[in-house]
């Protein structure tokens, strides 16, 4: 009875596929020889709910798991676009190519990120970030600080009207002075005129 060997044959992308050839077969240029028990290992992950990526960065001595990931399909994960620019989103592996440099999250930490960002918190990436941990671990909220609003049409009329109010008081408060220096003046010239007839 002849022998079957399986391989692994990365064709591209995400796609693969296993070759299961009798050992009298010549493999497929590059073509990655796998062992049975690897083989039963790797299908036990495969559910329904589960997606497999090929990794960017095979690690051979990992078998199947060194050239391949299993994830579940909504694993949420950080990643970090710019960390100079604090750009980061999080993203899903049904959808994206999961990277080495993605952070595993919970989801219990995304929703927590969700409900507090949509209550008015604001967060930002840390200025210095861990080699692991959770999203809080590299997220922080934060105190926005906007630039003052330019002032409104009423703001400026109310100034305006402020101004007027102010220059109006000075030019009769300026009033009321010059007549009681004038009163004072007088008072002084009769009060010599009358003392002088004495």
Do not use: C, W
Not at 83 to 105: K, L, S
């Amino acid at each position: 009875m002849e022998e079957t060997k399986i391989y692994l044959v990365l064709t591209g992308g995400d796609i693969y596929r296993f070759d299961v050839l009798k050992e009298n077969q010549t493999p497929e240029s590059g073509a990655i020889e796998v062992t049975s028990a690897d083989f039963e290992q790797f299908q036990s992950l495969l559910t329904m709910d589960k997606v497999v990526q090929v990794k960017t960065h095979p690690i051979p001595e990992n078998g199947i798991l060194g050239y391949l990931s299993v994830y579940p399909k909504e694993q949420p994960f950080l990643r970090i676009f710019d960390h100079e620019a604090g750009e980061y989103g999080f993203i899903i592996p049904d959808f994206y190519h999961i990277e080495e440099t993605d952070i595993a999250i919970t989801e219990e930490d995304k929703q927590s990120y969700m409900e507090r960002e949509a209550s008015g918190v604001h967060f930002r990436l840390k200025e210095t970030l861990p080699e692991a941990g959770g999203l809080f671990d590299f997220v922080e909220a934060y105190e926005m600080k906007l630039p003052p609003l330019p002032p409104s049409e009423t703001d400026i009329l109310k100034e305006q009207l402020l101004q007027q109010q102010l220059a109006t008081a000075e030019a009769i408060e300026k009033q009321e002075t010059g007549k009681i220096e004038l009163q004072l003046a007088l008072a002084e010239f009769i009060e010599s005129t009358l003392g002088g007839g004495e």
